[in-house]
């Protein structure tokens, strides 16, 4: 049989037509609740805002209240005047009482910062445990009788008490009662947790793997404390430092009892110009420059980096931007 060759037909190739989408605009309609308008939505308050009136109430009651009274007095409303604070300058008692002082919170504060930021950094380094121990002898202060804990200062360090048989040993007579050394350690041992917990806080944050990594590269222990740990911990003792000092500026109990008149205070020197000398422009204008004072002291602390806040806790926010 005789092959017929096969004859292959060309194929047609149909063109595929494409068919244009038809995009239906969306018809936006305005709701007829709401006008329209071009300024930005107002937010409605919220209700939770309502549980602070209560308190700022009894702020305003307990304490602005009195330091407006207090200013007023002090400028001698209705005739305004600026004698009472000229003479806070002039009178040669009242800044010689302030820069005592200042002295006193100065070396209270430097005690306590000298007690304190060991004392802070060995509660970062044990654990849960021992840290609430530590944590408990630290407030102790907080839960003693003031009176109580006064009296037993005042036999530790009066004349025969154990500071100075102590001294004695070596042959020094030296008593501390009535003196403002005596009146500041006093001091430190009651604000030593104004220190310590801004310091806890602060330190408690820092990672310590940045220590282990200077040390990896060959740092020394005390260059890699100046150069890293003590730069993050500057917050807490920024807080802790200004919280020692703006409280030691009003202290009364202690520095009467164990300090003497001629070494008097200026919370004392307040207490004799109203329940003594009935001076109440006096006292005023003194209380003013007081509040002035803490004032400027709490922002600078603030401006510089510690969120002081009235326990002593800071916030560690600026610590953990510098990591």
């Known amino acids: ?25 969306r018809t936006v309609v305005p709701r007829t609740d709401e ?34 009274q207090s200013f007023l007095r002090s400028v001698g409303a209705p005739d305004l005047t600026d004698e009472h604070y000229r003479s806070l300058f002039t009178d040669g008692v009242t800044m010689r009482v302030l820069l005592r002082t200042a002295q006193t919170a100065l070396l209270v504060t430097v005690i ?9 950094y060995v509660m970062t380094r044990v654990g849960p ?13 907080f839960w003693t009788s003031v009176m109580a804990r006064n009296y037993a200062w005042i036999l530790i360090l009066q004349r025969g008490g154990p500071v100075h048989e102590f001294f004695a040993l070596f042959g020094m007579d030296v008593v501390l009662y009535g003196s403002v050394t005596g009146v500041a350690i ?13 310091l806890f806080s602060a ?28 730069p993050l911990s ?32 200026i919370a004392q020197l307040l207490a004799q110009r109203t329940t003594q000398l009935l001076d109440f422009a006096g006292a005023g204008a003194l209380g003013m420059l007081v509040l002035v004072v803490t004032l400027v002291l709490v922002a600078w602390a603030n401006r510089i980096g510690g969120t002081v806040s009235a326990i002593g806790v800071v916030a560690t926010s600026s610590s953990k931007e510098q990591r």
């Open 186 to 198: 006093a001091m430190s041992q009651v604000l030593l947790p104004f220190m310590v917990l801004p």
């Open 234 to 265: 500057r917050a807490g003792v920024t807080a802790g430092l200004i919280l020692v000092f703006t409280l030691s500026l009003g202290f009364y109990v202690t520095p009467a009892l164990l300090g003497t008149p001629q070494e008097s205070l």
């Open 129 to 141: 445990r021992a840290r609430a121990i530590l944590l408990v002898v630290v407030l102790v202060p």
């Open 1 to 25: 049989m005789t092959d017929v060759p096969r004859t292959e037909l060309p194929r047609t190739v149909v063109p595929r037509t494409v068919v244009p989408r038809t995009v239906v605009p």
């Open 203 to 230: 330190l408690s944050g820092i990672d310590r793997r940045l220590l282990l990594a200077a040390r990896g590269l060959g740092s020394s222990p005390l260059i890699a404390f100046w150069k890293i740990y003590w």
């Open 35 to 68: 006008p329209r308008t071009d300024e930005p939505r107002r937010r409605a308050p919220r209700p939770h805002w309502l549980l602070l009136v209560p308190a700022l109430a009894l702020l305003g009651v307990v304490l602005l209240l009195p330091l407006a």
């Open 112 to 120: 306590a910062f000298a007690l304190g930021y060991p004392y802070a």
